[in-house]
């Protein structure tokens, strides 16, 4: 398993829960199936297949928020209740009004919501509470936060903050375009740099040099960088975005190399997690001593 992306987070000085106490909160709200009425339930799921709410390998944790939403698309209520609605005014002469129509769209959503067919989706959480990290696998500030919001109920209270660094990534991604990327770093060829201006003027580069006079005259013109594609000591690649999101990330195949030969899929799971948190724990102190080191 390898993460896609990462909103990070950091955890609380001294956070003291145990993996022990973390799984019994989530065990006390797991996702339950919707309800006939129901249109999305979300609760804790296994990570891994072996059925536990959390996975822990070398101190490092691993779990998972499942979603299940029902698929009964708005156009469909709209379209039923449009057609009893014209079957209504045929039978006493005139059109149904606004509240009528309000009722009819509640009554279809009533009658055909426990037909409607269900999605799954799962969303993963990694823990460091050793370096005190917390990183989501979603590429939406949403997703992440509707992660947070459910780990707040789960435990009553969960004191997080999301990393502050000194130096903002667009200024940052700016002189490293202008110039040469930090130590450690290489700067890929993709990158879009915005306008500053009410006109929000937008270029993107994609599998293009990035080095040419091009790209100093869109930042002398005053477009700031609001993703540009690094890649960490030859090790793992990934988009970092204006609002300090990893995204596109990929751990490259000198990692996945040793893996090859593993065929026990429990084991394989175990291991990708280990190498993937391995390599976060060295990128992420990284990327925050080049933006400037962190904030108190």
């Given amino acids: 398993m390898w993460f896609r992306n990462l909103q990070i987070y950091r955890l609380p000085a001294g956070w003291g829960i145990t993996s022990a106490q973390l799984e019994a909160c989530l065990e006390a709200r797991p996702l339950q199936p919707c309800g006939s ?3 999305e339930t979300r609760g804790w799921v296994p990570p891994c297949d072996d059925g ?9 944790w691993l779990i998972a928020l499942g979603v299940e939403s029902r698929l009964l698309p708005a156009s469909v209520v709209r379209q039923e209740a449009e057609d009893r609605a014209a079957a209504l005014a045929e039978k006493l002469g005139y059109k149904p009004g606004r509240g009528q129509m309000k009722d009819l769209r509640e009554q279809v959503t009533r009658e055909l919501l426990p037909r409607a067919f269900t999605r799954h989706r799962r969303t993963w959480v990694w823990i ?28 009553n209270d969960f004191p997080l903050a999301l990393l502050r660094p000194a130096r ?24 879009e740099l915005r306008s500053v201006s009410e006109e929000k ?3 993107r580069y994609a599998h293009h040099p990035l080095d040419g006079s091009e790209i100093r005259n869109h930042l002398a013109t005053g477009k700031m960088p609001t993703r540009l ?4 000591n030859d090790r793992v690649s990934f ?26 899929a429990e084991a394989l799971f175990d291991a990708e997690f280990a190498l993937m948190t391995g390599e976060l724990a060295h990128l992420l102190p990284a990327l925050v001593e080049v933006l400037g080191g962190e904030l108190a």
């Fill in 168 to 191: 903002s990534p667009a200024s940052a991604m700016a002189n490293w375009l202008a110039g040469d990327a930090p130590a450690g770093f290489t700067v890929d060829q993709d990158c």
């Fill in 37 to 39: 009425q129901d249109m």
């Fill in 128 to 155: 460091d509470p050793v370096n005190g990290w917390l990183g989501i696998d979603t590429s939406s500030a949403a997703r992440a936060e509707e992660v947070l919001e459910c780990l707040r109920q789960a435990l």
């Fill in 239 to 264: 988009v970092l975005t204006d609002k300090l999101e990893l995204k596109r990330l990929d751990f490259l195949d000198v990692l996945r190399e040793g893996l090859s030969n593993e065929d026990d």
């Fill in 52 to 60: 536990a709410l959390l996975r822990s390998v070398g101190r490092q």
């Fill in 201 to 203: 003027a937008t270029v």
């Fill in 229 to 232: 594609a690094l890649t960490f």
